[in-house]
């Protein structure tokens, strides 16, 4: 629970057309994903920008999904619920400028939008920004993420500090969910430049299995930044992990040497493990 009072919210519920314009908003945020980086699994439709197997739209909608569930757990009221889901629909829209100058321009559409209603208080709108700027990520001298910047960068009240360490968590929602194995193999398309889905054999027999140790390594190590997160996000870390190992021991077994074989052990997992929930 935040360590505030109910009345230090500043907006306390939302009247018809503030609703009507955070939809609307979110619809916008929604539309510019899809159409700029394309819309994700299953469909992997295309991207007018580019066509990224992981920041797209699908990634979007399940950023905004688990901050707002992390956002209720907390005890925000409804209208910073609705504000989570938003952020995490628009904490992606840029990508290409590099790490955080993409956060701060994907945070300044959020904010200009909300702005220009003249609808919402500047702290309600500070919350968003703040909330996509913290989700950069921050890494270790080998490349592996250790925190983000939501953890280090100043706030103006407990209640902002929350909601943006929330947002920051939210980025992280799939780490330990049953398609977070197959998102860690979209990851690795992504950074490598390969289609989604990358079909036929492994080029690089070496460079893969390295990536899922890497993952290992995070999926044993990694912390969100707020404990509701991990009440809320980590109930599958223990097969998560073990899948993961299994994948690791696989490639470097030469019992998978295809996208296709990777690709039905991860799709085969999140399957198994969604059904069992």
């Not at 979007?60 to 907390?74: F, G, M, P, V």
């Amino acid at each position: 629970m935040v360590n505030e009072t109910l009345e230090a919210f500043e907006v306390q519920e939302l009247n018809p057309e503030q609703s009507a314009v955070l939809l609307d908003i979110s619809n916008q945020a929604d539309q510019l994903m899809e159409q700029r980086w394309g819309s994700g699994f299953p469909e992997f439709t295309r991207g007018e920008l580019d066509t990224l197997p992981y920041h797209n739209l699908n990634h979007a909608e399940t950023h905004a999904r688990a901050s707002a569930k992390i956002i209720e757990k907390l005890g925000f009221p409804q209208p910073y619920v609705v504000l989570a889901e938003l952020t995490g629909r628009s904490h992606d829209l840029e990508q290409q400028k590099g790490r955080g100058q993409d956060e701060a321009d994907s945070a300044s559409w959020l904010g200009e939008k909300l702005r220009e209603t003249g609808l919402f208080p500047e702290s309600y709108i500070k919350m968003a920004e703040l909330g996509i700027i913290g989700t950069e990520p921050v890494f270790d001298d080998k490349g592996v993420p250790t925190g983000q910047v939501a953890t280090t960068q100043e706030y103006p009240d407990e209640i902002t500090a929350k909601f943006a360490k929330a947002i920051a968590c939210g980025d992280f929602a799939h780490l330990y969910s049953p398609a977070g194995p197959y998102l860690g193999q979209m990851l690795y398309c992504e950074i490598n430049k390969l289609d989604p889905p990358a079909t036929g054999p492994i080029a690089d027999l070496a460079q893969v299995p390295a990536w899922f140790a890497g993952n290992v390594r995070l999926l044993a190590n990694f912390k969100f930044a707020l404990p509701e997160a991990e009440e809320i996000l980590t109930g599958n870390k223990v097969a998560v992990q073990a899948h993961t190992d299994q994948l690791v021991a696989n490639l470097r077994g030469g019992e998978i040497s295809t996208w296709d074989q990777l690709t039905k052990a991860n799709l085969g997992f999140r399957e198994i493990t969604s059904a069992s929930q």
